[in-house]
């Protein structure tokens, strides 16, 4: 017997109940396809929000409001050569830390100067500078951004590489030091000793983005060697030319 025949012999109590019972089964599976909507569409869009604040931490992650803008109509570079005089600093094989920071700065200048900054610089010459005044000496010149060179000591004769500190609580003074360590490292070979805050006072005490840069380890024979040789300086002034290069609004 046909569906429909057997359906005419129901009392209309029975057609009204499975009638009922369809219309039932009927909403369920159209509540069912609204939901499988409803979450496609919620992981869509999540997947687009997801992708939106990604991009925008990359944005910010990326240093753009980082980068260093200058005071007048042209860029002022402060560096210091750290130590000097009878203030030799570190010694290590047949160099003195003051005369390397000296070579390297002196590098530097000649870079930076290259590409039309201007340079000045704590010290021209062997002098020996306290450290109120070179922070005196960075406030008056009214640089954009100050780099001081050092080097590194370690009572473990094998640890070598090139550290970099910025001022504290400044995001543009982080930025130069990632940018100079990045380049620093590619452009001389040296062993990546990171970045990280340092509490000196030319960084702590003067008023512009400030980076203090270990240039390698006088403790270390081979790394001593390194850094009182010409073309080993003229690498770690590239890269720092390059690094403070890359920090600035251009």
């Not at 490292?185 to 270990?214: C, F, H, Q, W």
Request: with cysteine; charged share 30%; aromatic share 4%.
């Amino acid at each position: 017997m046909e569906t429909n025949d057997k359906e005419r012999q129901l009392s209309p109590a029975e057609r009204r109940r499975r009638m009922e019972a369809r219309r039932e089964r009927r909403e369920r599976e159209r509540k069912k396809k609204r939901l499988r909507i409803l979450m496609i569409a919620g992981a869509a869009a999540l997947l687009v929000l997801i992708v939106v604040l990604v991009f925008f931490w990359m944005k910010k992650s990326s240093g753009k409001g980082e980068h260093i803008e200058p005071k007048g109509d042209s860029y002022v570079i402060f560096l210091d050569p750290g130590h000097g005089g009878a203030d030799v600093g570190l010694s290590g094989g047949d160099g003195l830390e003051k005369d390397i920071t000296m070579d390297i700065c002196s590098k530097l200048k000649i870079m930076l100067e290259s590409q039309n900054y201007t340079v000045i610089m704590s010290r021209e010459d062997d002098t020996r500078l306290s450290k109120e005044e070179r922070v005196a000496a960075a406030n008056a010149s009214g640089a954009d951004l100050l780099v001081s060179v050092h080097c590194s000591y370690s009572g473990d004769s094998s640890v070598s590489g090139a550290v970099s500190h910025y001022k504290e609580e400044s995001k543009a003074s982080e930025f130069l030091c990632q940018n100079i360590q990045e380049a620093l490292v590619k452009e001389s070979g040296a062993l990546d000793g990171g970045t990280d805050e340092g509490r000196y006072n030319i960084l702590s005490d003067t008023e512009m983005p400030g980076v203090l840069i270990e240039v390698g380890y006088m403790s270390n024979g081979e790394e001593a060697a390194s850094l009182t040789d010409d073309a080993y300086q003229n690498d770690m002034a590239k890269g720092i030319a390059k690094g403070i290069i890359l920090s600035l609004s251009e």
